[in-house]
């Protein structure tokens, strides 16, 4: 059979589905990377009317307040001064499932937090892990279909999810985070959030920092195990949602601490690993843990679907002293997450209040529209420049410039084994010795469902992460051991061939 060759809608042969074209190896991402636009959008309205991810959560409004002094790492006036408190609306998630499905089921969870600032929303969009399977948008729609329902058959489908995964090793790290018991949290109380991208910090000097934002639970970190997940999914599947509520009315109030890592251009520039890649952590002996901050939780949505259902959150909206960085999943999200708010909720979803700036007014020349339900901007001016009184830029709140230079390109990542360092670290010096039988028994259950040859190849990857790992694995799958060793002794390229179809 004639082999097919991967085109656009618009039937353009396409060079490169895996890599983002940037400007040089570290980004940021190019507009003009046509593929990854129309991939991007299209998947962004294939649900309708449900979000395509995090379709089902739970949300509640509280504050932050500054406990630590960042001035001299940000101008961002919400974190001017210690004691100086912010409103927020906090938005808890399950990522794949459907707005029906089970709180308890194994997923990554969303922690997305809406601070009302008085220079206009900072949104905080992260999830319980500080981590991500991908580093590459062009490759998200492709992931996030294999963890949704099979095409035929409209069931999750085992070898749809292990077979991308094999074939994606930089997944390892948040593969093995997710079948641990931290796959299935005991509710959204007990679960820490993460930016997990890098972003930018910058002064009054015009200094700029790349930081990772933490939220650790007061709480107290806890788990299900898989057996109670199992149960709770049929028992309670709303079990979270309830819990979340429920601690609120009662007055027991849950928190979290906010700590801030820090590493100057310079260091950026030097670290063993690329700073900027969602897939790594900066651990802790490298970039210590700065506390800034608490988030208290206070108050529950009055209407679930006004405050929760119609919350749009995006790491996009930003504030004066905060800013991107030329991580590629980040590029890409800062072009889809406003564009899927506006496929779902419609081009004026700014407008909803829990979507608006509560503490800055909103000055744009941005009109007209479905759902437009306040003045519209009057008869002032729609454009800019003109002279009658219109809102004008402001200059000084400007980011600081930072060096972009290489070619435009779709550039490949260097491979290496990076991506299986972290992983491998987290088995054998993080995890204890019941993390590590629970992660084993998780793995064995799920990835016995797909097919041999995928089972295999997925093996060998936790065996290049820890021998120990991957042997565990084979054992529990029943699976010959050397045959996973001479796989994971190839290369990635030559391992996909020994076990394709």
Known sequence: MKKK???????????????????????????QDIHLIEKLAHFDRERIPERVVHAKGAGAYGYFEVTHDVTKYTRANFLSKVGKRTEVFVRFSTVGGEKGSADSERDPRGFAVKFYTEEGNYDMVGNNTPVFFIRDPLKFPDFIHTQKRHPAKNTKDANMFWDFLSLTPESIHQVTILFSDRGTPKSYRFMNGYSGHTFMWYNNKGEYFW???????????????????????????????????????????????VYVQVMTPEQVEKYRF?????????????????????????????????????????????????????????????????DTHRHRLGPNYHLLPVNAPKAAPEFSNQRDGFMRVDANGGGGPNYYPNSFGGPEPDPSVGQPPIDVSGMAARHSYTLSDDDFVQAGNLYRNVMSDQDRDHLIGNIVSHLRNAQKRIQLRQTALFYKADEQYGSRVAEGLKLDLKEVKRLAAMSQEDRVKATKE
């Open 5 to 31: 060759t991967l085109t656009t809608s618009f039937g353009m042969p396409v060079a490169d589905d895996q890599n983002t074209m940037t400007a040089g190896k570290k980004g940021p991402a190019l507009i």
């Open 211 to 257: 930081v990772k934002i933490h939220f650790k639970t007061e709480q107290g970190s806890q788990n299900l195990t898989r057996e109670e997940a199992v149960r709770l999914a049929g028992e309670d599947p709303d079990q979270a949602t309830r819990d979340l509520y429920d601690s609120i009315e009662k007055g027991d109030y849950p928190a979290w601490k």
């Open 274 to 338: 690329d700073s900027f890649d969602i897939t790594k952590v900066w651990p802790h002996g490298d970039v210590p843990l700065q506390p800034f901050g608490r988030m208290v939780l206070n108050r529950n949505p009055e209407n679930y679907f006004a405050d929760v259902e119609q919350s749009a959150f995006s790491p996009g909206n930003f504030v004066p002293g905060i800013g991107p960085s030329p991580d590629k999943m980040l590029q890409g999200r800062l072009f889809s997450y406003h």
